[in-house]
C-alpha cells in the first residue's frame, strides 16, 4: 500500500535523524572521515534499475553519517555556524513533506503567508525600518546579492538610468566604498553584479576590521556621480562593527546608498546588553543578514533587508504571462529574490522565532557572547597565549607562543588547531588575521552553553601544552 509505504519512510527518516542527534554528545567533534573516503562510499555507477526506498535511504544515512561534521552539537566553535534548531529542523521537515514551491501567493497561500509574518518578526526582531521588504534566499552571499542590486538600481535610477531595463553599458559609474576586511561574499555580490570586485573605493581599517572614520570621510569627500557604501556588523574574524554613527551621516552627504553586511552582527541589535554594538545601523537602506547562523535555521536560510521596497522590487522583477498579478497591498515571494521557484522558507523561520521569541533569541545571543569571553578569559590566563582581538561580540581570536617570533608563533599555532581537531572534544578552525595564524572561535551554535565553554577552553589549554611538550 502507498499510504503504508510512504509512512513506513519518513518514520524511519525521523529514526535515522533522532539517532544520528542523539550520538552527537558522545560523538567527536569532526568528520570521523575525509572526503576522498566519503567519496568513496557515495561512489558506484549509475544505477539502471531502481532499488527500494527503505534501502536507498538507509544506504544514505550509513553511507553519509562518517563524513558528516557534527555542526550541531555544542561544541562546535567552527566558522561561524548556526547550530540547526530541532524547532526549525522539524518545521523543515514539514516544508519538503508538504513541497510547496513559495512562487507566489495564489499557488501557495501558505507559505507566502508565514513568509509575510515572518518577515515582519525579523523587522522588529532586528528593530529595522519597518516599510522595509525582505526576501528569503539562501544565505547572507545572496542577500548580498540582493540588496546591492537594489542599491545599483536606485543610485542609477536618481541620475536618470534605468539599469534594470538597460544594463550597466552607457551607465555613469559607480563609486562603491568598502571596508579593507569586508567579509569575501560581498566582493563576489560585487562582481556577480558588473560592479567588479577590484573597482572599488577600499577604506582602510582598524585592528579590529572596522573602517577608519578619517579615511572613510577622506575617501567619500573625493567621490563624484552615484555611490553605494557597504558597511559591516560583525568582522568575520573579530566580531567588529563599523562605526554607524560617524559614517552613515557623511554618507548621506555625499547621496550614497548605504548597504550593511550583518551576516551574524545583525542579531547584536536583538539582544539588548549588545545593542550597542549596532547602534545607529537603522538608518541604512538595507541589510544582509542569515537565518542559519544566529537564528539557527537548518540550511539554507537568509534574509535581503531592503528599506525601499519599489527598488526591492525593481531589482528582482520576474514577470509572465502566467504568472498572475499581484494586486496593491500585496505580497509575492518571488518579487524579492532571484528565484521563482523556491523552498518555503518562511515556515523553519516563523517556528523557531515562535519557539524562542524575543526573549529566548536575545537570552542565546547574551549566552554565546559570554561563552566567548569565557573562552578568552580562560586561555588569557595562560602568558604564552594570546588573544588577538577586542571580544566585543561571539568572536575569538586566538595565538599560540606569545614572545616567539612571528614564524615560530605562526607554527605553533598551525600545529596548536591541528592538535585540537584530531583531539575532537572541539571544533575550530584556523584562519589568517593581519598575516598570522590564529585558532579562530566562534560561540554561534544552538547548544553552545559555558559548560561547553569550559570544555573547549581545556581542550584547547591541553592541545596547546601538548604541542608545546613535543616540540621543546
Ligand atoms: C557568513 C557570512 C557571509 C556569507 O553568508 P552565507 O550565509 O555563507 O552565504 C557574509 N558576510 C559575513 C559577515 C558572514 O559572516
Not at 572526503?35 to 544514505?60: M, N, Q, S
Not at 540547526?84 to 519538503?96: K, M
Request: charged letters at 25%; one cysteine or more.
Amino acid at each position: 500500500m502507498e499510504g503504508d509505504w510512504t509512512a513506513r519512510l519518513l518514520r524511519q527518516a525521523a529514526e535515522l535523524a533522532i539517532r544520528y542527534r542523539s550520538e552527537l554528545p558522545s560523538r567527536p567533534q569532526r568528520p570521523l572521515q575525509g572526503y576522498a573516503e566519503a567519496l568513496a562510499a557515495f561512489d558506484g555507477p549509475l544505477p539502471e534499475d531502481g532499488e527500494p526506498g527503505e534501502f536507498v535511504i538507509d544506504e544514505l544515512a550509513t553511507r553519509a553519517e562518517p563524513g558528516l561534521n557534527a555542526t550541531t552539537g555544542s561544541r562546535f566553535f567552527g566558522w561561524v555556524i548556526g547550530g540547526s534548531h530541532q524547532v526549525g529542523v522539524a518545521a523543515d521537515w514539514l516544508t519538503s513533506a508538504w513541497g510547496q514551491n513559495s512562487g507566489n501567493h495564489h499557488a501557495m497561500p501558505s507559505a507566502a503567508a508565514a513568509e509575510t509574518v515572518a518577515a515582519r518578526w525579523l523587522l522588529e526582531l532586528l528593530d529595522l525600518p519597518r516599510e522595509s521588504s525582505v526576501g528569503f534566499v539562501t544565505g547572507a552571499t545572496v542577500a548580498n546579492f540582493v540588496c546591492l542590486a537594489a542599491a545599483r538600481g536606485e543610485v542609477l535610477r536618481r541620475v536618470g538610468w534605468d539599469v534594470e531595463a538597460n544594463g550597466l553599458f552607457g551607465a555613469r559609474p559607480i563609486s562603491v566604498l568598502i571596508g579593507d576586511d569586508a567579509h569575501t561574499t560581498v566582493f563576489s555580490a560585487l562582481q556577480f553584479l558588473g560592479l567588479g570586485h577590484d573597482r572599488l573605493v577600499r577604506i582602510a581599517t582598524d585592528g579590529q576590521g572596522q573602517m577608519l572614520v578619517e579615511d572613510f570621510k577622506r575617501r567619500a569627500e573625493a567621490v563624484i556621480g552615484p555611490a553605494i557604501v557597504i558597511l559591516q556588523a560583525g568582522q568575520i574574524n573579530t566580531g567588529g562593527f563599523d562605526r554607524f554613527a560617524d559614517i552613515v551621516p557623511v554618507a548621506r552627504r555625499i547621496g550614497a546608498w548605504i548597504h550593511v553586511d550583518g551576516a551574524f552582527g545583525c542579531w547584536a541589535r536583538a539582544c539588548p546588553p549588545y545593542r550597542h554594538l549596532a547602534e545607529g545601523l537603522d538608518a541604512c537602506d538595507s541589510w544582509a543578514t542569515d537565518g542559519h547562523k544566529w537564528l539557527q535555521t537548518p540550511y539554507d536560510c537568509g534574509y535581503a533587508i531592503v528599506r525601499n521596497s519599489d527598488a526591492h522590487r525593481r531589482a528582482m522583477t520576474i514577470a509572465a504571462s502566467y504568472l498572475p498579478p499581484t494586486m496593491e497591498g500585496e505580497r509575492d515571494p518571488s518579487h524579492f529574490v532571484p528565484e521563482l521557484s523556491r523552498r518555503a522558507r518562511g515556515f523553519a523561520t516563523w517556528a523557531i522565532i515562535r519557539h524562542l521569541g524575543r526573549a529566548g533569541i536575545a537570552a542565546m545571543v547574551d549566552r554565546h557572547c559570554r561563552v566567548a569571553r569565557l573562552i578568552a578569559d580562560r586561555l588569557r590566563n595562560d602568558n604564552t597565549i594570546s588573544v588577538l582581538n577586542e571580544v566585543v561580540l561571539n568572536q575569538v581570536l586566538v595565538r599560540f607562543g606569545a614572545g616567539e617570533d612571528d614564524e615560530r608563533g605562526d607554527e605553533l599555532t598551525r600545529a596548536t588547531v591541528a592538535r585540537i581537531q584530531r583531539d575532537g572534544t572541539v571544533f575550530a578552525g584556523g584562519a589568517k588575521w593581519r598575516g598570522r595564524d590564529v585558532l579562530r572561535i566562534s560561540a554561534i551554535s544552538w547548544l553552545t552553553d559555558e559548560v561547553a565553554g569550559e570544555a573547549a577552553a581545556e581542550a584547547i589549554l591541553a592541545a596547546w601544552r601538548s604541542v608545546g611538550e613535543t616540540t621543546r
